[in-house]
Nanobody, 121 residues
Framework: QVQLVESGGGLVQPGGSLNLSCAAS????????MAWYRQAPGKQRELVAT???????NYADSVKGRFTISRDNAKNTVYLKMNSLKSEDTAVYYC???????????????WGRGTQVTVSS
């Protein structure tokens, strides 16, 4: 089995910064795309940022210029550095990854359980 565990959430004032991490563990041969999603109360889960195995990122328009996604393939870990946080960034942030468990297996998509980010004064 594969587990994704997020960390780094918390309470921060508007304009502040937070760094999220998500470590994948278990039966892993390789990981393709990794991503961060978020879900605010009463809203649908939305894509925040993705990063492919080569380190190429993509961002939602709402976070461009403020958030940075990165990954450490040796540690099977993806990061999200969040700057200039706004109240509308308040949400549960979820990690997502496409994992290959062996050389011949198909890609399987996994989710973490989420970490709460609250931006409030």
């Amino acid at each position: 089995q594969v587990q994704l565990v997020e960390s780094g959430g918390g309470l921060v004032q508007p304009g502040g910064s937070l760094n999220l991490s998500c470590a994948a563990s278990g039966s892993i041969f390789s990981i393709n795309d990794m991503a961060w999603y978020r879900q605010a109360p009463g809203k649908q889960r939305e894509l925040v940022a993705t990063i492919d195995s080569g380190g190429r990122p993509n961002y939602a328009d709402s976070v461009k210029g403020r958030f940075t996604i990165s990954r450490d393939n040796a540690k099977n870990t993806v990061y999200l550095k969040m700057n200039s946080l706004k109240s509308e960034d308040t949400a549960v942030y979820y990690c997502n990854a496409d994992v290959r468990r062996s050389m011949k297996s198909i890609l399987t998509n996994y989710w973490g359980r989420g970490t709460q980010v609250t931006v409030s004064s």
